[in-house]
């Protein structure tokens, strides 16, 4: 069964310090997502993209946070300069189409650690 | 702003015992999902509901939306352990462009 896959599981940096999230969402898929989760807390939308554009994107999803498909399969998340309140878990999704019927898929997430 | 509400937060059961999970949420939308967690894991989809009046079931969980009510519930049939899990409620966004989900119930199974 198609899945969506992520790498890599756990990533520890240094505030300060750039990071690429990787995804590769199911290969018949049109819309991507990136969700992330504090420790203990609810799943928060941060950034929708489709047709390499983003489609909606949450208050925090700032600046220092940017999205890209650089080619046909990857679809990363960077997050430029790393804040200590980054350290989350990071999900990537995909979907056939935008809401409705089509359900999201969601990867296994990377653990992102700041310190 | 679009909210989504589950209850309760936290639900400690004995095997055996049945219970309900309440999602209230404030969108039109007639959409919703529950999804499971696993401690550490990613989020596995357990029901799409896609109208007013949908009930779907698998094996000891039923879910059910009520659009008019704004309202869906998971309900816990004859509780085991295995259901031991966080579970959340998520509703499409006002574009379909993004889920909207609630604060998750911890449901932990006594044996």
């Known amino acids: ?115 | 702003e679009l909210k989504v509400e589950q209850n309760p937060l936290f639900l400690s059961m004995q095997e055996g015992k049945n219970y309900t999970i309440y999602c209230n949420y404030s969108t039109t939308s007639d959409r919703l999902y529950w999804y499971r967690q696993d401690p550490g894991k990613s989020l596995e989809s357990l029901f799409v509901l896609l109208s007013n009046g949908a009930v779907k079931q698998e094996g000891r969980l039923m879910a059910s939306l009520d659009t008019k009510a704004r309202l869906s519930t998971l309900h816990i049939t004859a509780a085991v352990h295995d259901l031991s899990a966080t579970y959340f409620c998520a509703v499409d966004g006002e574009y379909g462009n993004k889920l909207v989900f609630g604060a998750g119930t911890i449901l932990r199974v006594k044996s």
């Open chain 1, 1 to 115: 069964e198609p899945e969506v896959t992520q790498t890599p599981s756990h990533q520890v940096t240094q505030m300060g310090q750039e990071v690429i999230l990787r995804c590769v969402p199911i290969s018949n898929h049109l819309y991507f997502y990136w969700y992330r989760q504090i420790l203990g807390q609810k799943v928060e939308f941060l950034v929708s993209f489709y047709n390499n554009e983003i489609s909606e994107k949450s208050e925090i999803f700032d600046d220092q946070f940017s999205v890209e498909r650089p080619d046909g399969s990857n679809f990363t998340l960077k997050i430029r300069s790393t804040k200590l309140e980054d350290s989350a878990m990071y999900f990537c999704a995909s979907s056939e189409t935008s809401g409705g019927f089509y359900e999201q898929y969601f990867g296994p997430g990377t653990r992102l650690t700041v310190t």
